[in-house]
């Protein structure tokens, strides 16, 4: 709702109130119409100002009440009468003015905000458009050139931005003082004014939408900002509101904007975290840390040491290998000053220590091992450091899928050890899966997913299971690709397929880019490739494809070596070129094996990358793994490159229609027997009998089935 007050004299105070960011419910609305009505029709009242409760103005429309139908007055209209009326109203902004907040804002005849205050128009984010007027009213106020940045990248600034851009005013007379001269709004209305484009206004609006085309990845939001914006530029006011309410639509009716708004959801689902033992968010208390140590300075291990010191940790950061440890501490200092200064930070960054003696971690409240994935040596390592922390010393690793259970039993505290799996580069991803392994305590897990707050990740507390539930997911996907391969594909059309679909890379080509020694190391120390293990397709039961062995073999271990599924310009090139020398190979390994390659279509490419890799988070669920489908598309979402657009591959399966993914699995299933993860899982066959409930539902039936079974 909104409160109505008069100052002592003749301003109207007008507050919405709408706990927890102020958005523009239909309460809200209503409460605004009915107030300002209020304002008009009092004669002491000379001028209005607008603000929100609790220090913040207002977060936008209310998310939630798009999924229902439209009640309550429409926003529109609504900006549209406090522009039009004849009492000077001002927003005075704290804390937030997002999206139909800061459309609200720009209706009222001035602006003025706190200095910490953000502004922004992120209703692209959402799979949107501002469409209270937003996308109409903003290039008419600060230029074309800078709202077609804004809106069509959602990207948040403070007031002094805004300031430079004069959408806020520097109040030299008072609100009051304004309507005493009698001053006239006339100028203050923006719809009003013309919109200011740069000369060369048509390349402007060609080499954006061409910009925001390839940047999108698919998604249709970005492209009908500059829709909107084309219209701002070309057409009078009245004419552009019609261009945004019908663009608006479309995307309202979109797959995609749900896909975003989930996602948005999702990402805050995921904070309010429980374990299968009861222990959450809301009942376990974690440790504030201020000193860490971070053990292995290689990629992961500088990363890290990067995002804690710029959270104001002070940092032992410790490598036994002389030469890694001299280059880490030439290159880490230069990485976190960079950062730093990209970055406005709230606290100065933390003291990093170099060490290459594991006895100097004894005084730190938090160890995180980042040393190669190799069990043994992580065992070595945890013996080491249980012995010489203090007692009550949180011991974490950042293993990618190594059991956490194992490390812990080496510990005089099972207790307090967790997994943090962080994604490279760590000081960048957004992404932290917080490992519980049996023994984990709530309090080292609130403490562990606490710490990724503070760092700026979205923390996803998982089970611990081989490849916890991203590299679990991944696996069947990889295989898939190689599968593909082996009947007739290249990787190119492999990975055409996936990029058309949304992720920045396909799969071969995300593979050269982060080592191909990687799985092969694992594969070999599975028993599945190395020396004195046959070269049959079928490997422990299943069917196996040795084609990435044998590409390794061939000394080609990707982007480094300047070779890999792709041709590079050298080592470390990163322009990925088809190369001849694959095909051939493909061939030869086909012919080896009887194989007669066949043509792919481009859906059964999709379908079996993407129906395994979600049939499996479906089996993680089961599993009990993961809390509900938000977390596991959170993870895929922010670690590994899903498009948003798209929700994460929970939201995607719900999308398709349960029904038809289990069709298609049970399909593929039927012409691949010997390939397990193309069996459906019992998870979805459930949820299929029982109608195919919505994704927001699923978490409530696995839970009542847990208590049942
Ligand atoms: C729009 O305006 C469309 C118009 O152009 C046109 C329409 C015709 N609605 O993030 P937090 C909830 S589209 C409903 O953890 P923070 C959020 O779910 C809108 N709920 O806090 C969470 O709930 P819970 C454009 C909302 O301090 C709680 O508030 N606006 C909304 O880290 C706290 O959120 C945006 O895109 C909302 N609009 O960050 C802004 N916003 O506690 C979206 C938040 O139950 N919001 N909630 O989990 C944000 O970016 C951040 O929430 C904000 C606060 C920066 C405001």
């Not at 609006?205 to 990845?217: C, E, F």
């Not at 043509?599 to 999709?606: D, G, K, N, V």
């Not at 994704?695 to 839970?703: A, G, H, M, Y």
Request: net charge neutral.
């Amino acid at each position: 709702m909104a409160t109505y007050s008069r100052l002592p004299g003749s301003v109207a105070l007008i507050t919405l109130q709408n706990p927890p960011v102020n958005a523009l419910s239909a309460a809200v609305r209503q409460g605004i119409v009915d107030t300002v009505q209020r304002a008009l029709k009092d004669p002491k009242v000379t001028s209005v100002v607008i603000c929100g409760q609790n220090g913040k103005f207002c977060g936008g429309a209310d998310i939630r009440e798009f999924a229902g139908p439209m009640l309550g007055p429409p926003l529109v209209p609504m900006i549209h009468a406090i522009e039009a009326v004849d009492k000077p109203v001002a927003a005075a902004i704290e804390g937030v003015a997002l999206g139909g907040g800061l459309e609200l804002a720009l209706g009222c005849h001035y602006r003025i905000a706190h200095s910490k205050a953000l502004l922004g128009l992120p209703e692209v984010t959402l799979g949107l458009l501002p469409g209270a007027g937003g996308s109409q009213r903003l290039p008419r106020l600060i230029g074309l050139t800078a709202a077609l940045d804004l809106i069509t990248t959602g990207r948040q600034h403070d007031s002094s931005f805004f300031s430079s851009l004069h959408l806020l005013c520097v109040c030299s007379q008072s609100i009051s003082s304004v309507c005493v001269s009698g001053q006239s709004l006339d100028s203050r209305r923006l719809s009003t004014l013309p919109c200011p484009c740069p000369p060369d206004v048509d390349s402007l609006l060609d080499k954006t939408m061409v910009k925001v085309r390839q940047r999108s990845r698919g998604a249709l939001a970005p492209v009908a900002c500059v829709q909107a914006l084309m219209a701002a530029a070309s057409l009078p006011y009245t004419q552009g509101m019609e261009k945004e309410r019908d663009l608006l639509t479309t995307l309202f009716n979109s797959g995609q904007a749900r896909a975003l708004q989930y996602a948005f959801f999702s990402q805050r689902v995921v904070g309010k975290w429980s374990l299968p033992s009861g222990a959450s968010w809301d009942n376990s208390a974690a440790r504030t840390i201020s000193k860490a140590a971070v053990i292995g300075l290689g990629t992961m291990g500088r990363g890290i040491v990067v995002a804690l010191a710029l959270t104001g940790i002070s940092v032992v950061a410790v490598e036994t290998q002389e030469k890694q440890l001299a280059e880490a501490s030439q290159v880490v200092p230069a990485m976190l000053q960079r950062e730093a200064g990209r970055r406005s930070l709230a606290t100065p960054p933390g003291v990093i220590s170099f060490s290459s003696n594991l006895q100097d971690v004894c005084e730190v409240e938090l160890v995180i091992e980042a040393v190669f994935e190799d069990m043994s040596l992580k065992l070595q390592v945890f013996r080491h450091l249980t012995s010489v922390c203090r007692p009550g010393t949180l011991l974490c690793s950042n293993t990618s899928g190594l059991d956490i259970d194992r490390l812990a039993a080496v510990t005089q505290s099972p207790g307090l050890v967790v997994g943090m799996h962080f994604f490279a580069p760590a000081h960048v991803m957004k992404l932290l899966e917080v490992v519980y392994g049996p023994r984990s305590s709530p309090e080292a897990v609130a403490t562990a997913m606490q710490l990724g707050k503070r760092m700026g990740k979205v923390s996803v507390a998982v089970g611990n299971c081989p490849g916890f539930v991203g590299n679990r997911m991944l696996k069947p996907y990889l295989e898939q690709a190689n599968f593909l391969l082996e009947e007739g594909a290249t990787p190119q059309q492999v990975d055409e397929v996936l990029e058309e679909f949304g992720f920045p890379m396909g799969v071969f080509r995300m593979s050269d880019l982060s080592g191909l020694d990687v799985g092969w190391r694992i594969r070999k120390e599975a028993g599945l490739t190395g020396p004195g293990v046959e070269s049959t397709r079928t490997r422990q039961g299943r069917r196996y494809s040795p084609l990435p062995d044998q590409v390794c073999e061939a000394g080609r271990l990707g982007q480094k070596t300047g070779r890999g599924w792709y041709q590079y310009d050298g080592p470390g090139g990163r322009v990925a070129r088809s190369d001849h020398w694959v095909n051939i190979f493909l061939e030869a390994y086909r012919a080896e094996h009887g194989l007669v390659a066949r043509s792919i279509a481009p859906e059964e490419i999709l379908e079996r990358c993407l129906y395994a890799l979600i049939n499996e988070g479906f089996n993680i669920l089961q599993d009990a793994m993961a809390a509900g489908p938000e977390d596991i598309d959170a993870i895929y979402v922010f670690g590994y490159g899903w498009p948003r657009h798209h929700g994460g591959p929970m939201f995607h399966a719900g999308q398709v229609g349960l029904g038809r993914i289990l069709e298609r699995l049970q399909h593929h299933h039927h012409n691949h027997p010997d390939v397990p993860h193309l069996k459906p899982s019992t998870l979805l066959r459930r949820l299929v009998a029982v109608g195919s409930p919505p994704v927001q539902k699923w978490r409530e039936f696995i839970n009542k089935e847990r208590v049942h079974s």
